[in-house]
């Protein structure tokens, strides 16, 4: 059996070019990654958003409760979600007022 080609970068994948692209060892990239990684953890446990520009933002939503029941009694019941994690990823910049605005913003 044929397996599919994998798509998905892995944390060890993102290592390795952190490494080459820096030229460091692969612990040294690793340490960085990792220190990255949790520097993002620890900002969503404090309840902080996380954003990297040209790249996408973390944040957690609340969601509002909702009606549920069951079906063993006619009794509704009022359902706490957890939390939601999302992950946006920005728009593509579409004008060119946008595009001097980004070129702008990093000069």
């Given at each position: 059996?044929?397996?599919?080609?994998?798509?998905?970068?892995?944390?060890?994948?993102?290592?390795?070019?952190?490494?080459?692209?820096?030229?460091?060892?692969?612990?040294?990239?690793?340490?960085?990654?990792?220190?990255?990684?949790?520097?993002?953890?620890?900002?969503?446990?404090?309840?902080?958003?996380?954003?990297?520009?040209?790249?996408?933002?973390?944040?957690?939503?609340?969601?509002?409760?909702?009606?549920?029941?069951?079906?063993?009694?006619?009794?509704?019941?009022?359902?706490?979600?957890?939390?939601r994690g999302l992950f946006g990823i920005p728009r593509p910049v579409e004008s060119g007022a946008a595009v001097a605005e980004l070129v702008d913003a990093l000069a």
């Open positions: 059996m044929v397996e599919p080609a994998r798509t998905a970068m892995t944390k060890a994948d993102l290592i390795g070019v952190v490494a080459k692209r820096l030229d460091i060892t692969q612990v040294q990239a690793g340490i960085i990654v990792e220190a990255a990684l949790r520097s993002i953890v620890s900002a969503l446990q404090n309840g902080q958003e996380v954003e990297i520009r040209g790249f996408g933002s973390f944040r957690f939503r609340n969601r509002a409760p909702r009606k549920g029941r069951n079906a063993a009694a006619p009794v509704g019941l009022l359902l706490n979600l957890p939390l």
